[in-house]
């Protein structure tokens, strides 16, 4: 996150054996870049803040999963080189491969038990989280199978993006929808209660409040509509439901209900 967010120009240059990830310098790429560098801080406060079990983690692990599977295999030429010599490292491959190692603790290797079920456990099914999810996988199925519409005026929306998608920002847009489709799937999978949700709250308005300055900040302090603003005010919805307005009283320790019983 800090790279993708302060240090981007880094993404530019060979850093030791990592050689330089992208060669075109841009204003699309640059919000692109801090777009990515926020989903990731909210990413990982959702992964530090949520107790992990053998059920709230199946659908982020495995949605997350396939959708980084497909960022690796439309996204090879970019990330990595194959053929003849040896594999050419590049930054976006790290990223990949701690998000994956992320993904595959949830999904495999669960840190605890199921807790115990009781009457007030409700299902996101239907409520805002869910709503947010459905949203947000919208967004991202939509920027994996026709990132052209960032390029378009859609509506009263201006285009997000003002050049056509080269090979830097096509690979960029992939891996912020994995991104985006990880999150999505982790607001519909996991039961939020008072706590769980803090750290990913705190992620959530971070990304919406950095994602809607930079895009203001870009138009010469001028609003003008774009896509990444919806992004925003969806993000921030959806943060604002799980650590303000959870659906979940906390649930029992599990020493506690041991002795109960």
Known sequence: MAQLCFFPASLYEDIGPFKAQFTDKSADMDAIIKFTGVLFLMLGLTFSGVKWNP?????????????????????????FETGSGPVVLRPLLVYVVVLTVGLLHILVFPSNPLPPKTPETKNNHGNSSDL???????????????????????????????????????????????????????????????????????????????TAYATFKA????????????????????ALHIGVFPSNPLPPKAEKSEKKA
């Open 219 to 238: 138009d010469s302090d001028t609003f003008v509509p774009r896509i990444f603003y919806i992004y925003a005010l969806v993000i921030f919805l959806a």
């Open 132 to 210: 947010v999810a459905f949203s947000l996988i919208a967004a991202s199925l939509t920027c994996f199978f026709y990132p052209e519409h960032l390029f378009q005026d859609i509506g009263p929306l201006k285009a997000q993006f003002k050049k056509s998608a080269g090979e830097d920002l096509a690979v960029m847009i992939k891996l912020a929808a994995s991104l985006l489709l990880t999150f999505a799937l982790i607001l519909s999978g996991v039961k939020w209660n008072p706590i769980n949700g803090k750290m990913a709250c705190l992620g959530g308005f971070i990304a919406a409040g950095s």
């Open 55 to 79: 059920i709230n983690g199946k659908m982020a692990g495995f949605g997350g999963l396939v959708a980084i599977g497909y960022f690796v295999y439309s996204s090879t030429k970019a990330c």
